[in-house]
């Protein structure tokens, strides 16, 4: 987690030594292949990634999340037409929020579920879940996950959710309408799963030390990232090519 925080501050001790930041997290060795600035370019890499794992018999499974706005990229019709192909142990999980950046994904998609409804001119079953409630979202990780891993190749998840906020930091999305905030904020997954655990007999205490022990943490990593140096200069020209270093192109 430190390392996470780190990165995006920018720091010496992010996991990509703050050169990477927001649009380019990654940590090989955890299974995290990379997030990358352009939209829908890590489709077709999740789908090499899940090659790599059925050519070498490994029992691993790729998984890739995506935004809705990604549905109309070209990448993604080609990642789900090999991994179809190739039945490739790959789940590509589509988290549609309603909008793509500021636009609505529904006035320039020509179908109401950007994802699910285009799954079966892939071969696919179409699948929609409310991506909102925790226990809908862990049953069809392992329905997914388990079909891949055992040999039954790809699937593609749309799961419907909702921003809490604006695109990014300077968005006060105020195209976006009061009411449909107001009950999309309701359905909050945090605020919903608490509940469901209290009705189901979990007792409050119990939840409230779990919070405070996940704020904990967060507050120890986030001091551990603050602490580290600013990215340095001379590291910039460092793990730029396959060798380590970019003097080869010299």
């Known amino acids: 987690m430190a390392a996470a925080l780190a990165e995006l501050m920018g ?11 927001s649009m380019h997290l990654t940590d090989v060795k955890h299974g995290a292949m990379g997030s990358y600035a352009i939209v829908g370019a890590h489709l077709p890499i999740a789908a090499g990634a899940a090659w790599s794992a059925q050519v070498r018999k490994s029992g691993q499974v790729a998984v890739c999340f995506f935004g809705d706005g990604t549905t109309n990229i070209g990448a993604f019709h080609e990642a789900l037409n090999l991994a179809v192909v190739w039945k490739l142990p790959v789940v590509f999980v589509c988290e549609n ?20 409804d285009r799954a079966s001119a892939y071969g696919l079953e179409s699948i929609l879940v409310d991506g909102n409630d925790a226990d809908v979202m862990y049953d069809i990780a392992r329905q997914t996950i388990g079909k891949a891993r055992g040999g039954g190749g790809p699937s593609l998840v749309e799961a419907l959710t909702y921003r809490h906020g604006g695109h990014s930091r300077a968005d006060p999305a105020k195209y976006r309408p009061d009411a449909e905030v107001k009950e999309w904020m309701s359905r909050d997954p945090v605020k919903r799963y608490r509940e469901r655990l209290l009705a189901a007999g979990i007792n409050e205490r119990a939840l409230t030390e779990i919070e405070t022990g996940a704020q904990t943490k967060v507050d120890v990593a986030t001091e551990e990232a603050r ?20 003097s080869w192109r010299n």
């Open 11 to 21: 720091r010496g001790n992010g996991m990509l030594h703050g050169k990477g930041g």
């Open 227 to 246: 602490n580290g140096a600013p990215a340095a200069v001379d590291e910039i020209e460092r793990q730029v090519w396959s060798d380590g270093g970019s």
């Open 97 to 116: 929020n309603l909008y793509m950046e500021y636009t609505p994904i529904e006035a320039v998609t020509a179908v109401k579920h950007p994802a699910a």
